[in-house]
Structures are given as structure tokens and as C-alpha cells.
């Protein structure tokens, strides 16, 4: 999702993003011209017009607030009953102000199949199509206008039927892939707490108990407990090696599970995110540069989550051209405090470190805005390398 459109069943967070789906919404408002311009030229008294304007406003307040709570846990029976007020005015306003408002009903019907499951908007939208060539009937001049509007709101309504089958699925989608993103997480974290219990469970328990031997023997044998000590050296050394061999696939994290693990880790902590839509292009790049860079996002989201206190995080991933030829350019940029846990620790220091080793650079520092942090590695150029931005 992008910072001003919303996606496929998320709802807004902000401002802008209101104004986007407010617009979306309301563009399909401009069918309600026939009924405006019939208030306008219309012929009707004063008092008439008023009583127009304020039906029409409140019509079209109702229906606007019954497709933004759609979705929002709302029992079918409040639907129904919100449908059941749409029904009435536009039988109201069609019956004592002419055929024009006719059109009312095209609405009643889109916002059924929006609003309501397919099982029940089966049954109301053409009950809403059925009312409307009643009314039609019974208003003089309507039925010229009732072809013109029964088809629109027969393949209107079923149409939203689909679309909103559509956003359920996707909000689904969207939580499975949580759920087996977080499943998969356990899944490696008790994997590792396995391969580590094996690792050192034998290792710490003979020093324990080579220990417990050296301080027994101490007082009248220090040859005994010296060599004692030396096993213990050993043993540890060993262990140490152990662990390094076991973690050496886990210290070597990739770029794209980075960047999904950056989209949940913003999301969770309500930071609206703008990440690379495309998997990343990581031709030439070397193993040891992806695992940097892999690193240097990882640190970045961290530091964005836990001290920065922004509402929005922009990640951006392209090659550039520079003096000392072509790079792949991680950028991490927000627009919180400026704080990133206190000025350069631990983690940026690692991270300088790790990208020197594969040749790249490191910078990191505030903005007008927020904080950027920028990670550089060497990129050889391909014909197909293009920026990409998120």
C-alpha cells in the first residue's frame, strides 16, 4: 500500500488515504445529476426545493456511511435496516418530486451488493430492481426511464457482490500470510533452541563438572586440577566452534525475507510503510553484500520500531552510478524525532563494519524530517539493471 492509495481490503489510516477512498467513493455520485438538476430547473416552489436538497443530502450522507462501515463487524439485520432506510427515501423522493430521482434506486442496489453476503444480496438486489419498476410505474413519465436504469442496477449490484468477495478474500489472503510468516518464525526459533540444546548441553555439563573436579583437587593436587582446567579450556573452545558452524545459516539473513519481516514489523507497531512493490534485483551483487544490506535493514526497521517514534517509514532499493562505479543503494528513511536510541551504538557500528567488509558504505544521520540511514555494496551493471522504487 502506498502512502495516499489503500489496498485491496485494508482500511484507511490517515487522512489522505480517507480523502482517496472518499474520492473513489463519491465519483459514482455524479449520476445524481438528474435529480440535482431537476431541484435546480425543475419548476418546483421554494419550500419544494429544500425539502429536495435535504432528502438528497441526506440519501447520499446514509449511503456514503453504510459502504465505509462495510466490513466493519456489522450484523446483517443493522444492514438490512440501513438498506430498508435507503429503500424508503428514494420511494419517497421518487413518488412526490418525479422520475428523475428514479435513480435513487441504482444506489440501493450497489449498496446491497456491497454490503451484503452474496446469499442475501441475491435476494435484494432484485427486490431493490423490483421496487424501483413499481415506483416507475405508479410516477408518470417513468417508464422511459426504467430501461435505462433497471440493467445498471442489476449489473451494479451483483458487481459489488463480486468485489466484495474479492476484498474478504484478499483481508484473508493477508492473515494467513501473517499467521505462516509468524508460524515460520517459531518454527526457526525452536529449531535453533533444538540445535543449541544439543549443542551445549554436553559441552556445559562436562565443564561443569571438570570444574567442580579442579576446585576439589586445588588445595592438594594443582597439577591435577591445572590439567583439569586445561580440558575445561578445551571443551569450551570446541563448544564455541560448535555454535558457530550451527548459527552460520541463521547470521546470514536475505534481503527479501528482510524486507517482508520490515513490512510486519512496521505494521505492528502502526508505522505506515512504503516498501519495494518488485522482489529485489540482487544480479551481480555477492552473497556477502546482500547478507550487509540484509543487516543494515534489519538494524534500520529495529531502530525505527523501538526509538524513532515516526508514523511513516519509506524503504527504498535501487542501483546508482557513482564516481566509484555501479552500486545497489538501501535507504531507510522516516520522519520521527530524529532519535535512533541516543546517537551511533552497537548496531550502526556493526553494520559499518559488515558493509567495509564487502566493500560498501554506511551513512546515518537526521533529516529535516526524521532519520535516513543509507547502505551502499557494490553492484555490477546488467543490461536489465534499472531503478526501482517502491
Known amino acids: 500500500m502506498s502512502g495516499t492509495g489503500v489496498g485491496i481490503g485494508q482500511r484507511p489510516e490517515n487522512i489522505r488515504q480517507r480523502l482517496v477512498k472518499l474520492l473513489w467513493t463519491g465519483i459514482w455520485l455524479v449520476y445524481l445529476s438528474a435529480p440535482a438538476t431537476d431541484l435546480l430547473h425543475g419548476g418546483h416552489s421554494t419550500g419544494v426545493r429544500i425539502l429536495g436538497w435535504i432528502g438528497l443530502c441526506a440519501f447520499v450522507t446514509w449511503y456514503m456511511l453504510l459502504l465505509f462501515r462495510t466490513g466493519r ?17 428514494s420511494t419517497v423522493l421518487a413518488l412526490t418530486l418525479g422520475r428523475e430521482w428514479l435513480v435513487l434506486f441504482v444506489y440501493v442496489s450497489i449498496a446491497s451488493g456491497a454490503a451484503l453476503p452474496l446469499r442475501m444480496a441475491r435476494w435484494t438486489i432484485p427486490g431493490a430492481c423490483a421496487l424501483m419498476t413499481l415506483i416507475a410505474l405508479a410516477t408518470p413519465g417513468g417508464k422511459e426511464f426504467l430501461a435505462g436504469l433497471l440493467i445498471p442496477a442489476l449489473l451494479g449490484g451483483f458487481a459489488m457482490t463480486g468485489v466484495r468477495e474479492l476484498v474478504r478474500t484478499t483481508v484473508a489472503l493477508r492473515e494467513a500470510r501473517a499467521t505462516v510468516a509468524q508460524l515460520a518464525a517459531n518454527e526457526e526459533r525452536l529449531r535453533l533452541a533444538r540445535d543449541l540444546h544439543d549443542l551445549l548441553g554436553h559441552s556445559l555439563s562436562l565443564i561443569t563438572l571438570k570444574s567442580e573436579l579442579a576446585g576439589r583437587m586445588l588445595p592438594a593436587h594443582p597439577d591435577k586440577a591445572a590439567q583439569q582446567v586445561a580440558d575445561i579450556e578445551q571443551v569450551s573452545r570446541q563448544a564455541l ?16 525475507a528482510e524486507l517482508a519481516g520490515a513490512k510486519v514489523a512496521l505494521t505492528a507497531a502502526g508505522v505506515v510503510a512504503a516498501l519495494p512493490a518488485a522482489e529485489p534485483d540482487l544480479t551481480g551483487v ?29 524503504v527504498e532499493l535501487l542501483r546508482r552510478q557513482t564516481l566509484d562505479g555501479p552500486v545497489l ?6 520522519n ?18 559488515r558493509l567495509e567488509k564487502a566493500g560498501g558504505t554506511l551513512d546515518a544521520g ?19 539493471a534499472v531503478e526501482s522504487a517502491p
Open 73 to 89: 463487524g456489522e450484523r446483517n439485520s443493522v444492514v438490512l435496516a440501513s438498506l430498508g432506510v435507503l429503500a424508503a427515501q
Open 241 to 256: 566452534v560448535d555454535v558457530r558452524e550451527a548459527v552460520t545459516g541463521y547470521r546470514r539473513p536475505r534481503l527479501a
Open 286 to 314: 555477492t552473497e556477502d553484500s546482500e547478507t550487509a544490506l540484509a543487516w543494515a535493514l534489519r538494524e534500520a526497521i529495529t531502530n525505527v520500531v523501538r526509538h524513532s517514534g515516526a508514523g511513516r517509514c519509506t
Open 329 to 334: 543503494e538501501l535507504s531507510v528513511e522516516d
Open 336 to 353: 520521527g524525532s530524529g532519535d535512533q536510541g541516543g546517537g551511533p551504538g552497537n548496531g550502526l557500528t556493526g553494520l559499518t563494519e
Open 366 to 384: 537526521g533529516t529535516r524530517h526524521g532519520f535516513r540511514l543509507t547502505a551502499r555494496v557494490p553492484a555490477p551493471a546488467t543490461e536489465t
